[in-house]
Structure formats: C-alpha cells, structure tokens
C-alpha cells in the first residue's frame, strides 16, 4: 500500500495516495475511461459544491426547524466537508481545483420546504450515481476507498431525504443504480455545473 496521509484536516479518513495504480478501468464504463482521476475528483467536487451550497442556503432561509433543520444542517456539513477534502486531494496530487461554479436552483426552491426537499430528493441519487459510474474509472485504489467512502454517505443522505419527504420505506431500494457521466452532466448542467 502507499503511504496515505489526511487532507483536509482529518476528515474521518479521507486519505489518499500520493502515487496512483496501474489499474485499467473496465470497459463497461466508457465515458468515464480516459478521463483521469483529476478529472473525475474535480467533477465531483463541483456536485458536492452544488449540494454543499443547496443545504447551506436551504438552512439559511429558514425553511426547516427542530429536527428536520438539524438533518438538513449536519447533510450541509457532510457535503462541505466533501468539498474540502476533494479539494484539498486535488492540490495534493498537483492537479488544479475548478472554481466554484456559478450556481443556480429553480425559483421557489428556497422558500417552499416541499420544493426543496423535493431537489434534495433528485440530488442525491444523481451524486450517488456518478460516485458508483465513476468508481471503476479510477486508477488509484486509495482514490477509490475514499471515493466510496463519500458514496456510503450520499447514500446515507438520500435515506434521510426519504425520511423527511415521508417515503416509506426510506431505504427502499437494494441496489443504487449507476449513472453514466453524460446522464449526471445532463441532470447537472441546468444548475451551472460542468466538467471540466
């Protein structure tokens, strides 16, 4: 193994390689092959800085009280911390970290709870599906540990959305379903998030 060091100021074991693997992704995930781990972690960084920034700006308006505001305020962190750490990964390995992008959520998002709780619901299983698309694409194992460390807790969120949007059973499915990257920059692009 590599020697792994924590970034970002020890997010719960968000360590990565310094070195990456020889490993060839599989064939069956086509548009994420070629792109490089730089690429893919900065890809996901500007999905967790759209989530991150939707939870932020969710708690901000005052939507939510008592423990549906407490939900909704440890996901912002979660998601935050998310963006530190990839962050911090993408400097770490000399590759440079995108900007944040310039963010837009539909109008009435922030001042309906239902509008919102429903965005949330459509969020999370597209990060959870790019994490689990991407997971094959990329070269270093370390990245991957790390990688579907922050897919168990996006899944983890999309079950405490479902529990706030009265879904029953919450976790009401066995397997989460894979996006392909084309899909996820689809379902990304109408709120200003691009790769690249």
Do not use: W
Request: glycine share 12%.
């Amino acid at each position: 193994m590599g020697h792994c060091r924590d970034l970002g100021g020890g997010h719960r074991g968000f360590g990565v390689a310094t070195r990456f693997a020889d490993a060839q992704a599989p064939p069956n995930y086509p548009t994420y092959q070629g792109l490089g781990d730089a690429a893919i972690l900065g890809f996901a960084l500007q999905l967790e800085r759209l989530e991150g920034t939707f939870y932020a700006q969710g708690v901000d308006a005052g939507l939510f009280s008592g423990p549906a505001l407490a939900q909704i305020a440890e996901i912002r962190d979660h998601e935050m911390a998310h963006v530190d750490a990839l962050s911090s990964t993408l400097a770490s390995l000399g590759a440079p970290v995108p900007p944040p992008p310039s963010l837009t959520y539909p109008p009435g998002t922030f001042s309906d709870p239902g509008a919102f709780l429903q965005l949330a619901a459509t969020f999370e299983p597209v990060g959870i599906g790019a994490y689990g698309g991407a997971a094959a694409a990329l070269e270093s194992k370390d990245l991957l540990a790390a990688a579907l460390s922050i897919h168990n807790v996006e899944c983890q969120h999309r079950v405490a959305i479902n529990i706030l949007n009265g879904v029953l059973p919450p976790n009401n499915l066995a397997f989460e379903p894979t996006l392909p990257f084309g899909a996820v920059v689809e379902a990304v692009a109408p709120f200003g998030v691009t790769p690249g």
